[in-house]
C-alpha cells in the first residue's frame, strides 16, 4: 500500500493481490493459500477474461474475488496470483521491482502468455 496501493481499476487490484501473494510465498517460502489456487490455470483461461475488461474502474469486487455471480469463488485472487506468477517466471524481477512495478506490465506479461486475451 505504501508503493503503488492497490489501484483503481480491475486489472491494478488483481495485481495487488497476486503481488500480496507472491511476497508471503517468496518470504516464508510457503505453498498458496487456498485463495490463491481456487481453480487451475486451465479453468481460468476457460473463462476468457479480455484485457479491455481489466481496465475497468466500475467493476463488480464481490463477483471478481468472493465468486458473487458467475465466476467462482476466489476467482480474483487466483487470477491475480497467476499473472502476478507469470511475470516473476519470466522476467526475474529485482525485489525492489515488486514494489514499484506498474500494474501494465504484469497484465502485458499475462496477455502475452495467453492467460489473458488481448481484447
Known amino acids: 500500500m ?3 496501493g ?6 491494478e487490484a488483481l495485481v495487488s493481490e497476486g503481488l ?11 505453498h498458496p493459500e487456498s485463495w490463491e ?3 487451475p490455470v486451465s479453468d481460468l483461461k476457460t473463462f476468457g477474461v479480455q484485457a479491455s475488461t481489466l481496465s475497468k474502474t466500475q467493476y463488480d469486487h464481490a463477483r471478481w474475488f ?3 455471480g458467475p465466476l467462482p469463488r476466489w476467482f480474483g485472487y487466483t487470477l491475480g496470483y497467476e499473472i502476478v506468477g507469470n511475470w516473476l ?10 514494489i514499484t512495478i506498474p500494474a501494465d506490465v504484469p497484465l502485458a506479461a499475462a496477455i502475452k502468455s495467453g492467460l489473458i486475451g488481448p481484447e
Do not use: K
Open 66 to 68: 468472493f465468486g458473487r
Open 37 to 39: 489456487a481456487a481453480l
Open 20 to 30: 500480496a501473494g507472491r511476497f508471503v510465498q517468496h518470504v516464508l517460502h510457503s
Open 89 to 98: 517466471l519470466n522476467t526475474h524481477p529485482e525485489a525492489v521491482d515488486w
Open 2 to 4: 505504501a508503493g503503488p
Open 6 to 11: 492497490y489501484g483503481r481499476t480491475l486489472g
